[in-house]
T-cell receptor, first 113, second 115 residues
Framework: DAGVTQSPTHLIKTRGQQVTLRCSPKSGHDTVSWYQQALGQGPQFIFQYYEEEERQRGNFPDRFSGHQYPNYSSELNVNALLLGDSALYLC????????????FGDGTRLSIL | AQKITQTQPGMFVQEKEAVTLDCTYDTSDQSYGLFWYKQPSSGEMIFLIY??????QNATEGRYSLNFQKARKSANLVISASQLGDSAMYFCAMRRSGGSYIPTFGRGTSLIVHP
């Protein structure tokens, strides 16, 4: 049973560019959440997708957008990259219920030069 | 607004001993859930244990137990019989029920287990 898979593992971009990160949820999960984790910090919630709709959003600008496909996989898009966007981006999947634990992928480490 | 506080940036423990990682939280909600995750250097967040605010019994999962003191708003993680593989960052998190599902994570505690 495959867990949460994210691609790519590492990515290097320059300021102003755009990036797309991808996530396949754990089998049977219908909800996907994205987090940004800066070095030495806990994860910060970006947004959550359920039934192809953005259900909740954290305190992130509109440069951060996402999508969920009918097979529950998801993408995180970041436009006009800033140096401060350098971080580990984690995808987590879960069933829709709020008290179900989230299963995380290994993350995508994004570096902005 | 929710807030999670982990006051121990780093902890050291001898192999086979028990260790407690502290977590306090602040919320005005009556119904919420508390989670602990482990993050090894590889980056993956691994779910360890869950406690619901209305659960009367402290949660246990193998060597992990959660010391839940609702009146004090604390949810400390206890790891018994520490192993070298327990060395990692540990994060406490909470989520309210209904409405906003936005989870809040603490800043984490780094645990190092000595042989």
């Amino acid at each position: 049973d495959a867990g949460v898979t994210q691609s790519p593992t590492h990515l290097i971009k320059t300021r102003g560019q755009q990036v797309t990160l991808r996530c396949s949820p754990k089998s049977g999960h219908d909800t996907v959440s994205w987090y940004q984790q800066a070095l030495g910090q806990g994860p910060q919630f970006i947004f959550q997708y359920y039934e192809e709709e953005e259900r909740q959003r954290g305190n992130f600008p509109d440069r951060f957008s996402g999508h969920q496909y009918p097979n529950y996989s998801s993408e995180l898009n970041v436009n006009a990259l800033l140096l401060g966007d350098s971080a580990l981006y984690l995808c987590a999947s879960s069933l829709g219920q709020w008290d179900q634990p989230q299963h995380f992928g290994d993350g995508t480490r994004l570096s902005i030069l | 607004a929710q807030k999670i506080t982990q006051t121990q940036p780093g902890m050291f423990v001898q192999e086979k001993e028990a260790v407690t990682l502290d977590c306090t939280y602040d919320t005005s909600d009556q119904s919420y859930g508390l989670f602990w995750y482990k993050q090894p250097s590889s980056g993956e967040m691994i779910f360890l244990i869950y406690q619901g605010s209305y659960d009367e019994q402290n949660a246990t999962e193998g060597r992990y137990s959660l010391n839940f003191q609702k009146a004090r708003k604390s949810a400390n993680l206890v790891i018994s019989a520490s192993q070298l593989g327990d060395s990692a960052m540990y994060f406490c998190a909470m989520r309210r029920s209904g409405g906003s599902y936005i989870p809040t994570f603490g800043r984490g505690t780094s645990l190092i287990v000595h042989p």
